[in-house]
Each structure stands twice: as C-alpha cells, then as structure tokens.
C-alpha cells in the first residue's frame, strides 16, 4: 500500500470513528433537549399565558426560540462552557473543583463556590425526577390526537412504560446503547420533515430569525410576555447534559452532533410548529402532534415514546454518575453500587437511586395528570443549575484561562441575565409546581453538608484517641509479640496516626500479623488516575508499610489490583494469605441543644444505613474481618 492509500485509510477510519461518536451523541447527549418539541412551544399558548397564537405572537415566540438555542446552547455551552473540561469529563462537579483551591478552604469565597457547586449538583436530582415524568407523559399524550376515548389510558400507559424503564436499569444499557443513536437520528429526520412540510406552507415563520420580533413581543405583553420566558426556556431543558455528559463522548462529536444535526433539526421543527400555528391556531392545544397527517400519529406516538425513553435514560444515567463522583469525593453517603462491567468506568447501577427517582416519577405523573400542568416543575431546576454553571465559569475564565476581570466580568454578566431572566420567568410558577425540584435539591444539600460535617467529627474523635506511628514502631520494637504468618491489610487515612481498627484489634487480640500493609484509598479532584500513577509505597519498617491506592472520582477502586501493582515497588503479596480489616463506626448522639442534636442524629442514622464499601472495593469478602467503633458526637 502506498503512502498516500494509507493516509487515506487512515484518514477514512478517523472519520468513521468520528461519526460513530457523533451519532452515539444523538442518543446519549441530545435526548433531552431533543425531544422538546413535544411541550416547548403547546406550553408557551397553554392554558393561563393568555397569549393567542396569532401570527403576532407566533413570530415573536418563535424569534425568541431560535435566539435562545442561539446564545444560551450553541454560544454559551457548545462553545464556551465546554471548554472547561477536567481531565475530559464535564459537569458542575467538575466545574466547581476546577475553580476551587484547597488553599483557600475556609475562605467565604471557597465556601460561596463549594456551596453553589453542591446545589447545582443537588437540583439533578430534582430535574431526573421531572425528566422521565414530563418526556413519557408529552409522548403519550399523542393518542388524544386520535380519539377521545384513550383519554383515560393516557397516565396508566406512562407510569407502566416508567416501571419497566426503571426496572431495566439494573441490566446496564449496553446493549440498547448502540441503538440510542440511530434511534434519534431516525427522531431528528422525521421532525425535520414534519417541519419542512409545513415551512413551504407558511415560509413567513423564517422571519422569526430577526431577533426584534422577539423584543416587540416582550415590549407588547410586558410581564405576560416575560412570564411566557418560563416556557421558552423548555426549549433548552437538556443544555446542561451537553456539558455533564462531555466525558462520554469529548467536545468534537458533541458539537458536531448540535451543529450538524440537532439544531438544525430542532429549528426546523420549531419554524413548522409556529407555521402550522399562523394557518390553524386551534391546533395550538398540541401543535406536534397536529403537524403529522392522521395516519402517522400512531407511529410518530410510538418513535416520540422511544426518544422520550432516551432522554429518560440520559438523565437517569447521570444521576447515577453524580451518585458515585459525590459519594468518590464523600460529599454523600456511601450507597450500594454495581458496575456494568469491569472496564466501564463511570458505568454504575445505583439500587437506592433508581428507587428514589422511580416513586418519585411516579408521583409526579399522579400529581400532575398532564404535561401542560408539570411544565412549571420542569425549568426551574435546570434554569437554577444554568445560572450557577454562569457564575462558576466566570471564576474559570478568570483561574483556568487568565483572563482579566475586564474581560471576563462582561461576558459573564451577559449571560449571567439571560439566565436570571429565565430563572426569574421560572420562579414565578413556584407555586404551580416549580417548588418540587427547589426542595429537592434544598435536601439534597443539607444532606450532603449534614453527611460532611458528621464525617468530619468523627475523624477528629476517632484522631484523638489513635495511636501515633511513632508511638506504634516504639511499642513493636519494645515488645515481643506473636506475629502470625500472613498479611493483614487496614484501610488508613493519609495521616501519621494508625487506623483505629488497628490499635484495637492490637488492643484485644495483643498480637500483629507478619506483615501489616496500610492501605489508603484517596480519590482526587479528577476523573481518572493512570495505572502507571496509581500506588505509592513507604516503608515504615520491613514488616509494617504504607501504600496510597490513587483513584479519580470515575474510577473504580479495587484494592487487590493495587496490591498487584505494588508488588512492582517490593511489596510481596500472597492473595491467599491476606486478610482485609474494616473499621465499622456506629455514633452515639449526646447534648441537647435541638438543632446541633437534630442534625447528628440525621448523619448517626445516614451511616448507621450506609452499606459497608467491601464490594465497592472488589475484595474477596471471605478475607473480610470488621472491627466496630464506638464514637460520640
């Protein structure tokens, strides 16, 4: 083969692997935001916006539509905000340790940044919630298009596609993966289409492109006008799973996707929509679904259901990645969690969570009856988390890039009232229903900070009574012990004091094994650690070592592997004759001052309820040994 035929080759599979990303893109990535379509513009004339879908408001609408995917998505998120990638993986985590310093820990401004970062990533929870719930229940709602008499069909149809969409989590999405993709590319296609037909009807829409039909429309209807920004915004309801689900795919295929495929797609619809709105305004109720012929609406309802399952699983999926770097970097408690497999990093099943969501889908569905009346509850958590990913990349702009103040201040501060405006526009509808994804992501917070600030007690208690190394090498080397054959592996902190199981075992058993190895497992602010850096070893004695297992918050600790590799710095290791010794803490609340009492009693039963992390470690649980710890807080 020539030169030049291997380049070309070269080149070929390059681009091949390019689109497979992209395409994979379509179905991880834009499942949410792509299937907007279905409630975004229905709820900017639903019942109580007062707005008749004349041609007026139509335009003005669609202006202030296609303008929003323009600044918010492609300028803010597609082109900015994805640019702050911590070792390749995105999100508000990530955002929020990469402007954050442990220098400044117990400075205001590190609080503020840690405090605002920790609610935005709460408010997920909230939005995988309300996502399931509002995406299904749009999709299904199509069958009212056709007849009357499925009216009543309509919630039990949504909560039994629900039940078997949670109950299919514990299998991993490995498989149905590789079919997101072309699945909503086939989603994009056929609204484009729909769109289109209607477009050549109507090409008037396109002048919504002018971004002063948006300003007369908010100038006209003045706080009716600003009100209906609330619903505008559902337009953008999956922009900040762009950025959070940047590790799966990188920065390329995600653009490429939006650029090539789904803004174009989206705008098209959207164009469609308000086309079909100018002809027949009584159609405003459900303009999708109104735009298709009669004989398409079952299988539109069928390939609407399917990308509303995508984008379900999008959002699931991330609450379960947040799940694991949170409880990584011990902002929560720790959870029980299973792996698709053995090398899929980040590719976790998390029981509890996927409970929570589901009765609280459910409930929502129950609650709400309709899409038109959940809209309120949809954009207030992602409008909340938008404007605090605004606030913690100014500090990026500034740390990360260098930028001056200056210049950063003014591009922070414009968008910074984009998303104030919609937020705004959201808060208003508290009442309606906005207040369910605030007071999810308020509990969320004060958990983790009650789980925080508990741990944190209880290492200084359990610091206080360890023995100190040195004090430890000293009693060795003063007394003659039994030492059985054998090694015996004790999880420890990176401090010179000795783990608590230790000292006690030592305490009640008076004897050591042959060999003591320490064994600390530290997860760093980043997503990943390579093989190569993983273990370090020091030698306190011969028989008596320290080694630091180094894990990034995607990663899966596995202690027996890191044992493996410290074989390489002289560590000598046999499997068969090494025993794993846990500290198991159990709390006893004292005082009574109510509030301080209230919330340790709240951490002593979150980790009185914590599952032991033996299986997240992936030690064999026959050489398990648990030491229990008794401390008062």
């Given amino acids: 083969m020539s030169d030049a035929e291997s380049e070309r080759s070269r080149h070929s599979v390059t681009t091949a692997g390019a689109v497979a990303l992209a395409v994979g893109a379509l179905g991880v990535v834009y499942g949410d935001i792509g299937t907007s379509p279905l409630y975004a513009l229905k709820s900017c004339f639903g019942r109580g916006t007062g707005i008749e879908p004349n041609s007026a408001n139509v335009l003005g609408i669609l202006s202030l539509i296609v303008w929003s995917l323009i600044l918010e998505i492609s300028v803010k998120y597609i082109l900015l905000v994805m640019r702050a990638d911590l070792s390749g993986e995105g999100g508000i985590l990530a955002l929020m340790n990469l402007v954050t310093s442990r220098r400044e820990t117990g400075t205001w401004l590190h609080w503020l940044l840690f405090t605002l970062g920790l609610f935005g990533a709460a408010l997920l929870y909230g939005d995988g919630m309300i996502t399931p719930a509002m995406s299904v229940l749009s999709a299904i709602e199509g069958l009212k298009e056709t007849t009357d008499k499925l009216d009543a069909y309509v919630v039990p149809i949504t909560i039994a596609i629900l039940v078997v969409l949670f109950a299919f989590q514990s299998r991993g999405t490995g498989v149905v993966g590789r079919l997101f993709g072309p699945v909503m590319f086939l989603w994009f296609l056929v609204i484009s289409v729909m769109g289109i037909c209607w477009i050549v009807r109507e090409p008037s829409v396109l002048a919504a492109f002018d971004p002063r039909y948006g300003y007369t429309f908010l100038t006209t209807h003045r706080a009716a006008g600003f009100l209906i920004l609330g619903s505008v915004f559902l337009v953008m309801t999956g922009g900040e799973a762009l950025y959070a689900d940047l590790g799966?795919?990188?920065?390329?295929?995600?653009?490429?996707?939006?650029?090539?495929?789904?803004?174009p797609s989206l705008l098209l619809n959207y164009f469609g929509q308000g086309a079909l709105l100018i002809n027949h305004p009584e159609a405003a109720s459900h303009p999708f679904f109104a735009m298709a012929p009669g004989w398409a609406i079952y299988p539109l309802v069928v390939l609407a259901t399917m990308a509303a399952v995508i984008a379900s699983q999008a959002i699931i999926s991330g609450a379960f990645s947040l799940t694991y770097q949170a409880v990584a970097l011990g902002y929560?408690?720790?959870?029980?969690?299973?792996?698709?497999?053995?090398?899929?990093?980040?590719?976790?099943?998390?029981?509890?969570?996927?409970?929570?969501l589901m009765v609280a889908t459910i409930a929502l569905v129950l609650a709400f009856q309709s899409s038109d009346a959940m809209a309120a509850a949809y954009g207030v958590a992602v409008s909340t988390t938008m404007i605090i990913t605004t606030m913690l990349f100014y500090f990026f702009m500034v740390r990360r890039w260098r930028?001056?103040?200056?210049?950063?201040?003014?591009?922070?501060?414009?968008?910074?009232?984009?998303?104030?405006?919609?937020?705004?526009?959201?808060?208003?509808?508290?009442?309606?229903?906005?207040?369910?994804?605030?007071?999810?992501?308020?509990?969320?917070?004060?958990?983790?900070?009650?789980?925080m600030n508990g741990i944190t007690a209880v290492r200084k208690a359990l610091g206080e009574r360890s023995m100190t190394e040195a004090a430890f090498m000293t009693f060795v080397d003063n007394y003659d012990l039994p030492r059985p054959p054998g090694t015996a592996v004790y999880m420890a902190s990176r401090s010179a004091s000795l783990p608590r199981a230790l000292s006690q075992n030592l305490q009640f058993n008076n004897a050591l094994h042959e060999q003591i190895i320490l064994l600390t497992v530290d997860f760093e602010e980043v997503p990943r650690i390579p093989a190569r850096e993983r273990v370090s070893v020091r030698f306190l004695r011969p028989d008596v070592i320290r080694v630091v297992a180094r894990y990034g918050y995607m990663q899966n600790p596995n202690l027996p592997a890191a044992l493996k590799l410290a074989e390489e710095l002289g560590v000598s290791v046999?499997?068969?004759?090494?025993?794993?010794?846990?500290?198991?803490?159990?709390?006893?609340?004292?005082?009574?001052?109510?509030?301080?009492?209230?919330?340790?009693?709240?951490?002593?039963?979150?980790?009185?309820?914590?599952?032991?992390?033996?299986?997240?470690?992936?030690?064999?649980?026959?050489?398990v040994f648990t030491i229990v710890l008794r401390v008062r807080i």
Avoid: C, Q
């Fill in 248 to 263: 799966h795919f990188g920065v390329r295929p995600i653009r490429r996707a939006w650029f090539a495929v789904v803004f």
């Fill in 574 to 623: 046999d499997p068969e004759t090494t025993n794993y010794y846990f500290a198991s803490t159990t709390v006893v609340v004292f005082g009574h001052e109510y509030w301080g009492k209230w919330r340790r009693s709240i951490f002593a039963f979150l980790l009185r309820n914590s599952p032991r992390r033996y299986g997240d470690f992936r030690v064999p649980l026959e050489r």
């Fill in 403 to 451: 930028m001056h103040w200056l210049l950063a201040a003014p591009i922070a501060l414009f968008f910074f009232v984009l998303d104030a405006s919609f937020l705004t526009a959201n808060l208003i509808k508290v009442e309606e229903g906005g207040w369910f994804p605030l007071v999810v992501g308020a509990a969320g917070f004060t958990l983790s900070m009650i789980w």
């Fill in 332 to 356: 929560l408690p720790f959870v029980s969690v299973k792996h698709y497999a053995e090398d899929a990093e980040g590719k976790v099943y998390v029981p509890f969570i996927n409970s929570l």
